[in-house]
């Protein structure tokens, strides 16, 4: 990661969270995002990743601060967003990307990972909005990006609950779209398709984890083919709406 001034773009200067930092597409996001100029806000509940992480942008010539946060809490995603203030005046953007894949089939009745799912994929997304929401009313501007999934539109086998939390996030966000479009805040959904991050080291099913060994004909994405994405809704000029974002692998049906 090398600082090039001449890649700054109107991301240059924004004060911008990030949840799930520590790894995957939120760890890819703050790179590329520093690379631009943003002054970041990094979250996850992995301290010492975030710190690694911070240490890396710091050394390329970037900005980032870091604070624990478990984003099924609400009192810790209010502090996050002080935090932010605090450090830098402001919020211009915020990531929410932390999220749970367990996938199993129905019949397993694994309910605490039903709950674990609502809690961090839906209540984390909510959490997050309710966190900087107000400031971003009170500036009359902000970027709120939510992380979906291509689960979020289509529903596979085992993926019963996981696509209903995304499909969830989609509901939420054109909701808060619509509730906030006039007021200079834009929200945008990223939909990703197959991404080669940890969250399948979340599934405990075996017959899902045999499906999942048993291979895919095509390539997985990267967690920086997300941060591409992210970071082309956030660099639009402002009287641009990027409403929704869909990005799977080619080879992905």
């Known amino acids: ?29 703050a790179k590329l995002l520093a690379d631009k100029g943003a002054k970041l806000v990094l979250a996850a509940r992995r301290e010492d990743r975030l710190k690694e992480l911070q240490l890396e942008i710091e050394k390329a010539g970037g900005t980032a ?10 009192e810790q995603m209010k502090a996050l967003a002080e935090e932010a ?5 402001q919020i211009d953007g915020l990531v929410n990307n932390a999220g749970l894949m367990p996938l199993s089939y129905m019949n397993k009745l694994k309910i605490d990972e039903w709950d674990q799912m609502i809690d961090v994929n839906i209540k984390g997304v909510l959490y997050g909005i309710a966190a900087v929401l107000p400031h971003m009313e009170e500036r009359r501007q902000g970027h709120i990006i939510n992380i979906s999934s291509l689960a979020g539109h289509e529903v596979g086998i085992g993926h019963a609950v996981y696509s209903g939390t995304k499909f969830a996030v989609r509901a939420i966000s054109e909701g808060l779209r619509k509730e906030t479009y006039d007021k200079n805040i834009r929200t945008t959904i990223i939909s990703p ?34 941060a591409n994405a992210i970071c082309y809704a956030l660099e639009q000029p ?12 080619a080879g992905q049906p």
């Open 85 to 89: 203030v605090s450090q830098f005046g």
């Open 65 to 74: 601060v870091f604070k624990a946060t478990d984003v099924t809490s609400r």
């Open 193 to 226: 398709g197959a991404v080669s991050t940890e969250l399948s080291n979340t599934i405990t099913d075996p017959d899902i984890i045999d499906m999942f060994n048993s291979g895919e004909p095509f390539t997985f994405l990267e967690g920086k083919d997300i």
């Open 1 to 29: 990661m090398v600082k090039d001034v001449t890649q700054l773009t109107n991301i240059n200067g924004k004060v911008i969270i990030i949840t799930g930092a520590s790894s995957g597409i939120g760890q890819a996001a």
């Open 238 to 249: 402002e009287y641009v709406a990027v409403d929704e974002v869909i990005v799977r692998p």
